[in-house]
T-cell receptor
Framework: NAGVTQTPKFQVLKTGQSMTLQCAQD?????MYWYRQDPGMGLRLIYY???????DKGEVPNGYNVSRLNKREFSLRLESAAPSQTSVYFC???????????FGEGSWLTVV | DAKTTQPPSMDCAEGRAANLPCNHS???????VYWYRQIHSQGPQYIIH???NNETNEMASLIITEDRKSSTLILPHATLRDTAVYYC?????????????FGQGTTLQVKP
């Protein structure tokens, strides 16, 4: 997981609160991704960014917004958290050659 | 987007080869097959990828059928540390920053 850093690692929110998950990579990658993983489930794509300044919806974008601040950083925002957003969130980036995808260590989010 | 189908679970004896199948019958001509694994909710780890030729690296071998509709990941000598969820995913070539779609994966249990 070297090179992709996520913060915070753990967070508890109350329903209706907002928060931003931060992701940064120092590998000069163009593409970055946000996934969520519910218990016992596979990863589902929330949003992705093919390059700086562009973002696109994935499989489950509802309730989230993203910002590709610069080439290094890709943040995920929950404007009004809901219990259904309790999950583990993974950020990832991909080399320009597309050969390897690197994942962060995950952010555990609980909404009560 | 082309989808993949994997068995939900498999067992393998320690020291034996683990063969994990993946069906991708709707794969398009320029999509690559990637394999990742996830150990106990850590971030997914890259294993291997290929387009149409068989590939081998220090971790595993990837066998892709001639019609490219299925593939098999082979761990030649499975150890207890290979117990993980294995994901077969499809993605576009390096020049096209396509999004990544994960399926449910196969839970591989390596037994002593």
């Amino acid at each position: 997981n070297a090179g992709v850093t996520q913060t915070p690692k753990f967070q508890v929110l109350k329903t209706g609160q907002s928060m931003t998950l931060q992701c940064a990579q120092d590998m000069n990658h163009n593409s970055m991704y946000w996934y969520r993983q519910d218990p016992g489930m596979g990863l589902r794509l929330i949003y992705y960014s093919a390059s700086e300044g562009t973002t696109d919806k994935g499989e489950v974008p509802n309730g989230y917004n993203v910002s590709r601040l610069n080439k290094r950083e890709f943040s995920l925002r929950l404007e009004s958290a809901a219990p259904s957003q309790t999950s583990v969130y993974f950020c990832a980036s991909r080399t320009s050659s597309g050969n390897t995808i690197y994942f962060g260590e995950g952010s555990w989010l609980t909404v009560v | 987007d082309a989808k993949t189908t994997q068995p939900p679970s498999m067992d393998c004896a320690e020291g034996r080869a683990a063969n994990l199948p993946c069906n991708h019958s709707t794969i398009s001509g320029n999509e690559y097959v990637y394999w990742y694994r996830q150990i106990h909710s850590q971030g997914p780890q890259y294993i291997i990828h290929g387009l149409k030729n068989n590939e081998t690296n220090e971790m595993a071998s990837l066998i892709i059928t001639e019609d490219r509709k299925s593939s098999t990941l082979i761990l030649p000598h499975a150890t207890l540390r290979d117990t993980a969820v294995y994901y077969c995913i499809l993605t576009y070539p390096p020049s096209n920053t396509g999004k990544l779609i994960f399926g449910q994966g196969t839970t591989l249990q390596v037994k002593p």
